[in-house]
């Protein structure tokens, strides 16, 4: 079992962990350290158990304000998947029925043919007004 010296407060400690803990163990104690190094900026040299005591609430407050925040969004996580569920649970709208309207072939051939004579008509207007 490892053995390694971590510093807290400005004092050092020497403390066991299993074998491959090692970072997480000085990434722990980083973060006690980052709070006593708070509270003796604050308060100045502290006893030991005191320094230590006060960190740890720290570091649980903090702590508890996260979990705080976790269940919050894992709540509306949850509320999310409920919403997406329905959706897909939910049948496809039926699809809508549009109607075109057709023109009749016989009164398409109607207005071509009316087009015609006018564009005649047109024509003899032209000449007409050239003689």
């Given at each position: 079992m490892p053995e390694?010296?971590?510093?807290?407060?400005?004092?050092?400690f020497d403390v066991s962990c299993q074998e491959g803990e090692e970072q997480f163990l000085h990434t722990a104690a980083a973060m006690l350290d980052n709070?006593?190094?708070v509270l003796t900026r604050q308060i100045g040299r502290l006893p030991e158990a005191r320094m230590l005591?006060?960190?740890g609430l720290m570091l649980a407050d903090k702590t508890a304000g996260i979990e705080d925040s976790v269940k919050q969004k894992d709540k509306k996580i949850q509320e999310l998947e409920a919403e997406v569920e329905k959706l897909r649970s939910t049948p496809a709208p039926e699809p809508e029925r549009v109607e075109?309207?057709?023109?009749?072939?016989d009164v398409t051939d109607t207005?071509?043919?009316?087009?015609?004579?006018?564009e005649a008509l047109a024509d003899r207007v032209e000449e007409t007004a050239k003689a």
């Open positions: 390694i010296e971590i510093q807290i407060g400005g004092r050092g709070e006593a190094s005591l006060m960190a075109v309207p057709v023109v009749p072939g207005l071509a043919e009316l087009a015609a004579r006018a």
